[in-house]
């Protein structure tokens, strides 16, 4: 089967526009949103201790399989952790089949990869305050020395199931399904309004 | 606002408080402008004005004036700002000044003056209480149109804003802290210091403007040899400079849940004559703490006495906060009324700043402490063993009627006399402010010794320290929240020491008040004048004996009858008071008449701030298919299904819906139609046990189902009730790919790991949501096959090389693919899915290839009509958690020959079988044209009595534009074997009934010919 990612496409957030807010006088600094398309997902279910399964995704991303609320990142290629024997894989677009191709023919006994690379759509948030503006809509403790940089949950983000990484002090990833992605993109503009904010498709 | 800038009011002191008198501001008060400072709230500025009159109470219309000096307010309670802006029961004593600042009083008309519901308090005597549980039972029939809407018109305050559509932003926000500290006065700061100390994250909230609490209000305590301010300033300062502490003012907890979950509303911009349009109003915070610390301090117990609500009567802390804070003057002849020391320091206080204290009436015999040698030294008349029988004044207190007593029975024992006053300042007590610690379910205990309430047993990981947790005097409270504050530290796993307390030096008095607990009064039993315990809801002294009389002995009867401690107090002024009078009534003693739980919330909030953002747009998600945009700008109308918005019909050249749905069910039926399906649940099943795990889980085989083969499937509750349904496809040895309902998706693969996880941990299968990783186009119809050729199809599509109920990968339109035929419509058809990222793309191919084919769009109205023609289910219309298969005539699609599944054995009883179960069946009008609604019930006869027996229920209710009437299916008592006869349903409105005969669910093609094109 061809991979679909050669082909061109559209993506979760291909029917929203660029959304801006002024920075406000005595702001703690501005907030930038992107939509980070088109990287390759994969789900991978295992059990933890597969310790061949460990090493092949070593030499795939270069991490083993992340501890909990963990994810490891090398170059395009990420693994999230997202349960007790469940993983996300990101990879540059692509890269699926290949990757998928390599775990399942691999022998690893009770493994499966499945493709999800359509099924989420990615946020990058950056900005001093992006902790006080997730904050506004999520649960989970923000604080930068917890969820320090590398820290990865999957959360409610208002109304939304979403995966929540924090890439460093004042930078995140926000993986949500694609069809809350609309939603998603109102809502942190939203909460961005008392910063400033600007919010660019890709 | 263009107010020339009035004189500041006659009552302010030329010099003092913590006011910024470089920013003069006016406001409008009920029409009139007045003038105070940046730093006032609403009620120094009146007061300062010489306004005391400022509101009418709840019941009785009573005049009623500023009681306190903060959130405690039962009487001046507001309407502030204008149009979308307004908000009503603001209490004065908050509200911070600005430029501008328009407020109304409430529950008066016309005016606050002149207000002609007063009459109510002459007749009073009619107004007992329980007087509306007494007067408005019978008849019956009034309570509707006569009663309630009077009694409605009564009740309430302020009023909502005209203008529904607030125009203020509220947000709400989520914070965790190791040592949350609630209370910004002088031992929430000894706390805060302990604690922060440690390391640990620190909250420190408090409701006033600055930190500071009630010493900001003292003037004779001194704290390391300087003035307490001084120490406060520092402190703040200090924690302020810490990154580990977080502090926030004009924020007040309102609420304690269980596992320390805590809220609060701030104040964000409430305070500002412009508020910022990027800024919320007001913000609630969500806290989750590992440890708080309750440092709330204490209220002032009013005193009960005849006209004790009068405009010009206030507590006497209060009086020192608004000279201290705000230097303003309360009066200028002032009586102090009381039964502890602590009155004394305002008695000192006001003679300082040159207003008369009349008199002392202290109800103690013999007070004697540094205060009291000072005050008589000063030359002040003191009253001992003397009580405040009445208050006399129209709109302000003007005399107090005065006599000596039995201090220990409250007898009244000398000849009454009277004093002059425009100023009474009365304090009864302290009650150490328990209300959250009993929120969350904290226990408290009797302290005699100090006459209140305070926490005993802890139920959250919290501690109550100062003077609300019963410790009084500044240097105890000082120590006892820097112990407690490293203790919350350490409980919350740091390492943490006590600051020390610093030297303190505060006039040396008795606290513990005198309290009796019988008013005294020398008038005609059953005509004592009307003595408040509940300002805020009118609740008298003689109306808690009443209740006592009538039979409510229990605390929390007597709160329901009278209504005391209910609405904005909450108990904070009249709990003890209410207490007291009850356990005099009753003969017992306090603590075996026990209190009333404090409610949540602690103080009012609105709510904007409890909503936040999740309104408008932002109130829920709205999911959209990737095909979303093509089906708006074909004019489609939407429909929710579960969070989906789905496209339910296209109307055309101003087609109305009937039409629009007709002409889709035609075409599709004659040619093609074309549905957006991508909302199905989609779940990707992998490993060995795969199959093993879907005959566990379906009624049915799918272990034996062939590679590359689909089966529709019926998934049972354990309870054997049908729960989901959808076809599942073998992909693969062990990988197949299941269908879900599109509301159902969540909960079913939820409930199947519940099942992987909890009960069959052995088997090896992984489950994985794929429902938005595919978008997925179903092409229906007759010409269905030509159109997927026509767009060039990798594999064949005859019925030989592409079966019905089988799945291929293909490409189609260059495009890669996975094609199911399967049939919602019972025709020919196909199911698409392609990655959703080309969803949109493969749409828009369908639709060129199908134009000369016919090929029409349509919604899932018509999805609706044209599976009820074939008499297929849809779960969650014709089921609702009560039909299994067999009442569903699916008897054929449960297995014999499976050892298990889910509901099998809840399915074998026998009553799950018995043929008086309501069963599904189709149902013909006998008139073509008339449509059933749905859930219309059906009777055999229309003309019998009611209640009339029913059979049961219409489930699904459609004209069939193909046939040419109307399709509708029933669940109904016995209906399997009634198939031919007549049934009627009755309707509303005096419409006829609908006579119909019971027949098969399936109304088209029932031989199923249709499904091979």
């Not at chain 2, 009155?343 to 004697?368: E, F, H, M, N, W």
């Amino acid at each position: 089967m061809v991979s679909s990612a050669v082909l061109p496409g559209r993506s979760a957030l291909s029917q929203v526009a660029a959304i801006q807010h002024p920075v406000p006088k005595g702001s703690a600094g501005k907030i930038t949103i992107k939509e980070a398309p088109f990287h390759d997902l994969i789900n991978l279910r295992c059990q933890p201790d597969n310790k061949m399964a460990n090493a092949l995704i070593k030499k795939l991303t270069s991490h083993s399989l992340p501890s909990a609320n963990q994810a490891a990142q090398a170059g395009d290629r990420a693994v999230i952790w997202l349960g007790p024997d469940e993983w996300l894989i990101m990879a540059e677009a692509g890269a699926a089949n290949t990757i998928m191709a390599n775990i399942e023919t691999a022998n690893l006994g009770h493994v499966a990869t499945t493709e999800v690379s359509n099924a989420y759509g990615i946020l990058t948030v950056n900005g001093k305050p992006s902790r006080q503006m997730l904050a506004k809509h999520c649960a989970i403790d923000l604080d930068a020395g917890v969820f320090t940089s590398g820290t990865a949950v999957q959360t409610i983000m208002g109304h939304a199931g979403i995966i929540l990484i924090a890439t460093d002090e004042n930078s995140f990833t926000v993986i949500g399904r694609s069809s809350f992605m609309p939603y998603l993109v109102a809502l942190l503009t939203d909460a961005s309004i008392e910063y400033g904010v600007e919010y660019r498709p890709a | 606002m263009n107010i020339k800038s009035p004189k500041q009011g006659q009552m302010r002191l030329s010099d003092g408080g913590r006011i910024n008198r470089k920013n003069p501001v006016s406001f409008r008060f009920d029409g009139k402008t007045f003038a105070g400072f940046e730093g006032d709230t609403l009620a120094s500025a009146l007061l300062a004005n010489g306004v005391h009159l400022v509101g009418r109470s709840f019941k009785y219309h009573r005049p009623r004036g500023i009681l306190t000096a903060g959130y405690d307010e039962p009487n001046a309670l507001v309407e502030i700002g204008q149009g979308n802006q307004q908000a009503p029961n603001i209490r004065a004593t908050e509200a911070m000044l600005y430029d501008g600042l328009t407020a109304k009083s409430q529950n008066r008309w016309p005016t606050l003056g002149f207000d002609i519901g007063a009459v109510n308090s002459l007749l009073g005597r009619f107004f007992p209480a329980g007087f509306y549980y007494k007067t408005f039972m019978f008849p019956a029939v009034f309570w509707k149109n006569i009663y309630e809407p009077i009694i409605r018109k009564a009740a309430g305050l302020g009023r909502a804003a005209k203008d529904h559509h607030d125009a203020d932003r509220y947000e709400k926000t989520h914070r965790h802290t190791d040592v949350l500290i609630v209370g910004g006065g002088v031992s929430g700061l000894m706390a805060a210091l302990s604690a922060a100390g440690s390391g640990a994250r620190v909250m420190l909230v408090d409701d006033a403007n600055e930190l500071g609490g009630w010493m900001l209000s003292e003037n004779n305590t001194t704290i390391d040899g300087k003035p307490a301010l001084n120490w406060i300033k520092q402190t703040v300062k200090a924690l302020e400079a810490m990154s580990n502490v977080t502090i926030l003012t004009r924020t007040q907890c309102f609420g304690y849940m269980d596992h320390n979950f805590l809220t609060l509303a701030e104040k964000v911009t409430d305070h500002l004559p412009q508020r910022p349009d990027h800024l919320p109003r007001q913000r609630m915070w969500k806290i989750r703490a590992k440890h708080v610390v309750l440092a709330q301090g204490n209220h002032e117990r009013p005193l009960i006495f005849g006209g004790n609500d009068k405009p010009g009567v206030m507590m006497a802390g209060a009086v020192r906060s608004y000279i201290n804070c705000y230097a303003v003057l309360p009066g200028r002849r002032a009586v102090i009324y009381t039964n502890n020391d602590d009155a004394y320091k305002t008695a000192l206080l006001l003679d300082d700043v040159g207003v008369k204290v009349a008199a002392i009436v202290d109800q103690r015999p013999t007070p004697s402490s540094v205060l009291v040698s000072q005050a008589m030294a000063r030359g002040m008349v003191v009253h001992t063993g003397h009580a405040v029988l009445d208050a006399n004044g129209t709109r302000h207190v003007g005399t107090l009627k005065i006599a000596a007593i039995n201090p220990k029975t409250g007898d009244v024992t000398g000849q009454p006399f009277y004093i002059d006053a425009d100023l009474v300042a009365m304090s009864g007590g302290f009650t150490p402010v328990v209300n959250l610690h009993s929120q969350a379910r904290g226990k408290i205990t009797w302290d005699d010794e100090q006459v209140c309430f305070r926490p005993s047993d802890y139920h959250e990981a919290a501690i109550c320290v100062g003077a609300c947790n019963g410790v009084f005097d500044l240097k105890g409270a000082m120590t006892d929240a820097a112990v407690g504050g490293a203790m919350a530290a350490m409980a919350a796993g740091f390492t943490a020491e006590a600051v020390m307390t610093p030297a303190v030096d505060e006039p040396s008095m008795v606290m513990r008040p005198h309290v009796l607990w019988k008013m005294p009064s020398d008038a005609v039993k059953g005509q004592e004048p009307k003595a408040f315990v509940d300002f805020q809801n009118d609740v008298t002294a003689s109306d808690i004996k009443l209740a006592v009389r009538e039979g409510y002995h229990s605390v929390e009867h007597v709160k329901r009858y009278t209504t005391n401690g209910m609405a904005t107090d909450q108990g904070k002024l009249s709990n003890i008071n209410a207490l007291g009078i009850l356990s005099d009534q009753l003969g017992k003693p306090i603590p075996e008449v026990g209190t009333t739980t404090f409610r949540y919330p602690y103080t009012p909030t609105t709510f904007g701030a409890i909503a936040g953002r999740d309104i408008k747009e932002l109130f829920d998600t709205e999911r959209l298919t990737r095909m979303d945009a093509w089906h708006r700008q074909h004019g489609a109308e939407f429909e929710h299904v579960g969070q989906w918005m789905r496209a339910w019909y296209y109307p055309i050249d101003g087609e109305t819906m009937e039409e629009a749905v007709n002409r889709e069910v035609k075409k599709t039926r004659t040619h093609a139609g074309i549905l957006d399906a991508s909302t199905l649940g989609k779940i990707d099943f992998r490993g060995k046990d795969a199959g093993e795990f879907l005959d566990r889980l379906y009624t049915n085989m799918f272990s034996t189902l062939k590679i590359g083969r689909c089966r529709y499937g019926l998934m049972l509750k354990d309870d054997g009730m049908v729960m989901d349904d959808g076809v599942t496809t073998r992909l693969g040895e062990n990988h197949y790919h299941m269908t879900t309902t599109t509301g159902g998706a969540a909960n079913v693969l939820s409930w199947m790991e519940e099942w992987l996880q909890t009960e069959w941990p052995e088997l090896d299968v992984y489950l994985t949501s794929v429902t938005e990783e595919w978008s997925v186009t179903t092409v229906s119809g007759p010409n269905a096959r030509k159109i997927l050729e026509a767009l060039g199809c990798s594999v064949s599509l005859t019925d030989d090389a592409f079966p019905f109920m089988s799945y291929q990968d293909a490409n189609l339109a260059g495009l890669p693919v996975r094609i199911f035929r399967i049939s919602f419509t019972g025709e020919l058809s196909f199911e698409i899915n392609i990655k959703a990222r080309h969803g949109l793309a493969l749409w828009q191919h369908l639709m060129k290839a199908g134009e000369p084919f016919g090929l029409t769009p349509y919604g899932t109205e018509a999805m609706h009509v044209l599976r009820a023609e074939k008499g297929f289910i849809i779960v969650g219309q014709e089921t609702d958690g009560s039909v299994n298969p067999h009442d569903l005539g699916m008897s054929w699609i449960v297995s014999k020959k499976k050892s298990d599944f889910i509901g099998k054995r809840a399915l074998e009883r026998k009553s799950m079988a018995l043929n008086n179960r309501k069963q599904l069946v189709g149902i013909k009008t006998e008139d073509p044209k008339a449509i059933i609604p749905e859930g219309a019930h059906a009777v055999l006869d229309p003309h019998q009595s009611y209640p009339m027996e029913m059979l049961g229920q219409v489930t699904s209710s459609y004209y069939s534009p193909v046939l040419g009437h109307s399709v509708a299916m029933a669940l109904l008592k016995g209906g399997h074997a009634m198939k031919g006869q007549t049934v009627w349903f009755p309707m509303i409105n005096g419409k006829k009934p609908i006579k119909a005969v019971i027949t098969d669910t399936v109304f088209y093609d029932p031989k199923g010919d249709r499904i091979n094109g």
